[in-house]
């Protein structure tokens, strides 16, 4: 699993460094907006995105959760090869003991700091969620600019006494404490567009993190019941005006053909909050699980007059594809170290009808669970978590139940549900898949790295760390 392509593209010379904007949500679901399911009254923004654009119907995730899954997309690596393979917390909270120190090693060369060496401003908006001392924050991994919150939104005070106030923070300096959450997608929609000003006569690389739709739920005052459709939709029905916005003030600034515009989430839904979740569609399950519905997730991508229009491609991509292939595009330098991402330049511009990418591994945490190869996935036994009883809070993570699965065998292009498990039926394909997963396993585990660890002392529960350190 090594990096191709990087300088396939150093011939595209009508636009010369294209500005860069992905949109990352929050437990977006694959069947939460238009065009992967039908929403268009709810997603306008992002039906017309689609229709100027390319929709992926087999793009996945490389975890099923927050941390890990923004690892990926940042490194162009799996999880477990950067030392991130679990969701990280603060300090105080029992779960988040062993991964509290934890950040991005800064030794990882970020998609961030491979675009500034090709002379981009970078921002990060929103949600970081990879390490939250000082000396973790986005601004120390390639980004000029933060401005958002250093970890999930229901990672606060109301949730557990143990957590700290949330943090607003601007760069690595808190501006506000617990701030006022129905503002999140309004203040970084506004802030996004504040850099795209400030930039319009050079390149810029803006990561967009929407906190939302992860729990808690909620809205600026004017989206407040705008769908008549219970919070979840107007909780979309806002982060599609925000994608509006932003392609309002690209035509306004004359920067759309030289911007590359990217939509996409950091995995599946979280099903146990219910009304209060997105939805998986017809995939099988969602977050935190190693079913379709956790890693499967929406994706358009937009860029006027390079890439087709209203085009939907079915091949297999990953969010660790992006690196790679976005730095082929504005004829940048690979990573010194191993990745796992491959440039999908070619399949996107229809120079090959073939994604470069047949495998794919699914972990949960350190632990592999199974591999995809082309149509057919295969999944070992294992215990998995589903939601019980009605809606449920945040912090309440003890109203789950557990359910276990067999050695599982299934044909994702004629059985995407996952439900009917074939294992038994093709011996010799099991076999074979077990013996694909295992080798590609140790090959990547041969290569994992350490992540980042904060060295400074561990605050008293429940106080706000980052003025500490």
Known sequence: MFIQGYNEYKNITAISKPNIIIIYTDDLGYGDISPFAPKDEITPNLASLAKEGITLT??????????????????????IRVGIPRVLAPHGISWAQDVWRTGLNPEEQTLAELVKERGYTTALIGKWHLGHAKEQLPIHHGFDEFFGIPYSNDMIPSASQSYPPLPLIKNDVVVEEN????????????????????????????LLTHP????????????????????????????????????????????????????TSDNGPWLAYQTHAGSAGNLREGKNTVFEGGFKVPF???????????????????????????????????PDLEI????????????????????????????????????????????????????IKPGEMDQFIYDSIPLSLFDLWEDPEELKNIAISFPEMVEALQQKMEKEHQELTKGKRLPGIYQGEEPPVGQLWINNN
């Open 58 to 79: 087999n793009f996945y995730v490389a975890s099923s959760v927050c941390s890990p899954s923004r690892a990926s997309l940042l490194t162009g690596s799996y999880p």
């Open 179 to 206: 701030p006022d959450q129905r503002f999140f997608t309004k203040r970084f929609t506004e802030k996004t567009i504040q850099i795209i000003s400030e930039n319009r006569n050079s390149p810029f690389f803006i």
């Open 212 to 263: 939302l739709p992860h729990v808690p739920l909620s809205t600026s005052p004017e989206f407040q019941n705008r769908t008549k459709k219970g919070i979840y939709q107007d909780v979309i029905h806002e982060i599609d005006w925000s994608v509006g916005q932003i392609k309002k003030k690209l035509k306004e600034l004359d920067l759309e053909e030289n911007t590359i515009l990217i939509f």
């Open 300 to 334: 358009i991508i937009s860029w006027p007059n390079q890439l087709p229009k209203n085009e939907k491609l079915d091949g297999l991509v990953t969010n660790m594809d992006l690196l790679p292939t976005l730095m082929s595009w504005v004829g940048g330098n690979q």
């Open 340 to 391: 796992d991402g491959l440039s999908i330049g070619d399949y996107l511009m229809g120079r090959t009808d073939q994604s470069p990418r047949d495998v794919f591994l699914y972990y949960h945490n350190e632990n592999l669970r199974g591999i995809r190869d082309n149509r057919y996935k295969l999944l070992l036994p294992h215990i998995y978590q589903k939601p019980a009883g009605d809606n």
